[in-house]
């Protein structure tokens, strides 16, 4: 009976154990690249030592050398040892010696220190600073720059121990900035190496043409997102390590053109949904971005044809745009209350972002009979396209009235505006693209409507123009030592400016420090911002030419647009495996290509 009474209560204790869940993501020691700084480097020691791949296990061995044989107090012989090659830093009343390291690349996690057999046996006191950039790592917390702890602690004390090994940190971060703080004391470090923290998933897409430029770009972008695909979709990987729905649809749009299926991203709009109780809007209160969450679930649907999952949203769905349909003034102006809003450079301007919202509302209109249709829901359908259609009225008159209030054609907020009146065929698609899109080059972009503005050049026939954008404003921040793409970016910033890979010169601008606006300004700022990825899903559907016809990739039409390339090459991915394509130009201008399409994907050329 006993035995039973135990059996009966073990099964018990294993019911009443939570449900577990497996972190996706891997870990990834990096070893740094190269010494950008070192403070006091007369007391420094071995310091290139640590740009040696380890292993990550500290150990007596091959790395000391026995140097005498002393006599301890109880009289015992023991050999002393002395550190040959490890990092040694070893500090007095006037010397704090310091180093900088860069890991090459912009990375998401923390950081392993391996370390030595110092003289005193007791643990050590450093700093540890983490930077997306040379200057941030260099800065204190709410000091010049404002650099911040926010989301993350990037700016912290530690306690080593002697002859063992420490792991910290989880930020985003491309260089470290490590200190000695106590006096007259040694630090022997025989490895610091990142943790880089992301999900072990292939590139099923890709993209190659003959400008080196653009291929730095579309990988730049793809990365970026890679790198915020996290335990769900976030927004940056230092600051924003959260899932805003509205920044979302370009990053989806990446996942879909780079990563095919990934579960990153069904998870993150469950999130949303489940915190998210109607009448509410998301991210506490953007209704701009429920729309968004609805332009996200039907790109989801549209590229992987998961009816299934789709009919778990689906009254929540139904509901969210029944709701927005009271949004809706008499005269077919939209009235959505909460937070207003579209971008942060387009915030101030009032009129542009009621015309925005307007072109936001038609969308998710027409999205909105594409779920009825789905649901078979007739009745939604119908009130949808009435909607849709009141909308489409008024949309003239708000139009009207912000280009009334439009300071110039690439003032903030004009090209975000006319972005969404285009894309939505609300407006003149050549007209706008000649009178505002193009007016300047990226003059007025922004690196989450870029994507937008990207995709309205394109609906006006303008790809040569677009292609040269990307080049202007994603390759400027590449030339400025960028590895991933920013939260925001202004070619204004770019006279005068130190790389974010170096120190910053005397004279120089600190393109990290100096710049930024809204809530992100100086070291604030995110250096890994996954909206910022538009050109890498607009180069696989406009220049590799891969358009999406029928839901879950059935049928794709495939029509290049090469500008001034000579011929590009790459695959996108489907549920049914890739699409291999190349496009070459011809002397008289004409374009050959060869698509290989896997079984289940038809192509139309």
Known sequence: MRTQLIFILSLLNVCLVPAQERDTRVRTYITPTRIVWQQDSDHITNCNFLLNQGDGQAYWGAYYDYESIDTDLQGKKEKTVKAATYCQLSSTDGARPAILLDFGKELHGGVQLVTGAWPSHKPVKIRLRYGESVSEAMSDIDGKGGATNDHAIRDQELILPWLGVYETGNSGFRFVRIDLLDTDAILELKEVRAISIMRDIPYRGSFQCNDEK?????????????????????????RDRLVWIGDSYPEVMTVNSVFGYNEVVPKSLDLMRDITPLPHWMNAGFSSYSIWWLLCHYEWYRYHGNKAYLEQSRDYITALLRQLMTQIAPDGQECLDGTRFLDWPSNSNKDAIAAGLQALMVWGMRVGVEFAELFEDRQLSNDCKAAEKKLVKAASKVYKKFLASCPAPDAPGSKQVTALMTITGLIDAPKADKEFLSINGAQGFSTFYGYYMLEAMATAGNYQGAIDVIRQYWGAMIDLGATSFWEDFD????????????????GKKD?????????????RHSLCHGWASGPTSW?????????VIEPGCRQVRITPHLGDLQWVKGTFPTPYGEIQIYHEKQANGN??????????????K
């Open 511 to 523: 393109i990290h420090g100096d710049c930024g606006a809204y809530c992100y300004v100086g070291f």
């Open 491 to 506: 070619i204004n910033w770019i006279p005068n400016a130190a790389p974010i890979d170096e120190l910053v010169p005397e």
């Open 214 to 238: 653009l291929n730095t770009i579309w990988r730049t972008g793809a990365y970026t997102v890679h790198l915020n695909m996290q335990n769900h979709l976030w927004d940056g990987i230092k």
């Open 539 to 547: 180069l696989s559907r406009h220049i590799l030419g891969v358009e």
């Open 591 to 604: 374009v050959i290509s060869e698509v290989k399409a896997p079984k289940g994907v038809s192509v139309i």
